[in-house]
């Protein structure tokens, strides 16, 4: 929120510091609001899951995210950081109260959430009513960056459409021409799906038949026999976290791994490696990142997560990572004030960031610009294969910024 929709009560003494300061800033010409001049710390949600199958997805970006400013000596924009944690549980229905619990209880300067696609419209739709700044580190709703884009919401990780549109034609490619897909039904599974199926049935493959199972259930059984009655060529699928952990190893347990190829979005095996074992080993799958990504960043990034969390870093902690890189820009551009939006944003649009992932930069949209990889699992790692797709952009379709 704007600092002067703040409520302060400051003492005679600090007023007379901040006032002090303000002289100053005022000789240069600048006039920045009394949070700033008394030295008051940045006030940053996390809107992530703590808990259920989606935990460590957000616990990973929670803890790049803060790798970052402890990078920058604590501080994004030379202002000091200050953390609330708020757990979405990856809960639509709970999306509206816990965004206002921030923005409007908390006041935070700006959110940083979430994870999952249902819980992140909720949130855009209170961030756009109350001019709130929201930077999405994960969630890939299209929606978020199309018809519901605004200036104040932005986004770190990827839309839906992206990672699943270009294995649309690695599938095609690699010869398979009748295709079955399953995901969780919901907006993540769906969009993925449906970018999937548009470069998919582009290039003149078949889908069979598109399963769903409920979020987040893991009970695949019944879907299982399904794909070994239809015997398709091969299956496109999105899970992630534990849900991601248990399809991997019901798809080997069920005899269909050495018969029917499983693909996916990269989710699918990312962050999950280690639980999913020899079970996940040959999978391909499309992502805009791969472990062994072979530039600066990634090596002392992946170097840098392991030393303060003794864990492997994963695309969740690199959107986590990218999202305080940007913050940062952007509060530089503006002399540490989140009131000087203008020029907050326009330092963001033309951010460009030497990631972990490689190049990235930001669209009309607010959306990230990325390289979509090409990775198979081999040796417990996601390796990479071929860039599947330079430089892609979101659509961005239905939003106004962009057209
Ligand atoms: C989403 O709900 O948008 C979502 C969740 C987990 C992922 C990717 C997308 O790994």
Redesign the pocket.
């Known amino acids: 929120m704007p600092d002067k929709q703040r409520i302060h009560t400051p003492s005679r003494r600090t007023l007379l510091k901040g006032a002090s300061a303000m002289a100053a800033f005022a000789a240069l010409g600048r006039f920045p609001s009394p949070a700033i001049a008394q030295g008051a710390p940045i006030k940053i949600g996390f809107m992530l899951p703590y808990s259920g199958t989606?935990t460590k997805?957000g616990k990973y970006i929670d803890h790049a995210f803060r790798l970052n400013v402890e990078e920058k000596g604590g501080k994004l924009g030379g202002r000091t950081v200050e953390y609330v944690q708020v757990d979405d549980e990856s809960e639509p229905a709970k999306a509206t109260d816990n965004m206002n619990r921030l923005v409007a209880r908390e006041k935070v300067d700006v959110v940083v959430g979430t994870?999952?696609?249902g819980v992140a419209m909720g949130m855009v739709k209170v961030a756009r009513d109350a001019n709130a700044l929201l930077i999405i580190p994960?969630?890939?709703?299209n929606a978020a960056t199309g018809p519901m884009c605004a200036p104040n919401i932005w986004r770190t990780s990827f839309s839906?459409w992206q990672p699943g549109f270009p294995m649309g034609k690695v599938m095609y490619d690699a010869g398979h021409r009748n295709v079955m897909t399953i995901t969780w039904r919901y907006?993540?599974g769906q969009e993925m799906v449906d970018a999937f199926k548009e470069n998919y049935t582009k290039a003149g493959g078949n889908i069979v038949e598109e399963l769903y199972v409920p979020f987040p259930q893991v009970e695949f059984q019944a879907l299982l026999t399904r794909i070994a009655t239809q015997k398709p060529d091969a299956v496109f699928s999105f899970f992630?976290?534990g849900g991601a952990v248990k399809f991997v190893k019901d798809y080997a347990a069920a005899g269909l791994k050495n018969s029917i190829p499983l693909y996916g979005t990269g989710?699918l095996t990312d962050g999950t490696l280690e639980a999913q074992g020899a079970d996940a080993e040959g999978i391909k799958t499309t992502l805009h990142y791969a472990d062994d990504l072979d530039n600066p960043a990634n090596k002392a990034f992946i170097a840098a997560f392991k030393k303060k969390t003794g864990e492997d870093a994963d695309v969740y902690a690199v959107q986590g990572y990218d999202t305080a890189t940007l913050l940062d820009i952007g509060l530089k551009a503006a002399g540490g004030d989140v009131a000087a939006r203008e020029k907050m944003y326009a330092a963001m649009q033309a951010a460009k960031i030497d990631s972990p992932r490689g190049p990235i930069s930001f669209s009309k949209a607010n959306n990230v610009v990325q390289n979509v990889y090409l990775r198979e699992v081999k040796g417990g790692m996601n390796r990479y294969v071929s860039i599947a797709h330079a430089a892609l952009a979101d659509p961005a379709r239905g939003c106004k910024l962009a057209s």
């Open positions: 989606y997805l994870v999952h696609s994960n969630a890939g709703a839906n907006a993540a992630a976290g989710f």
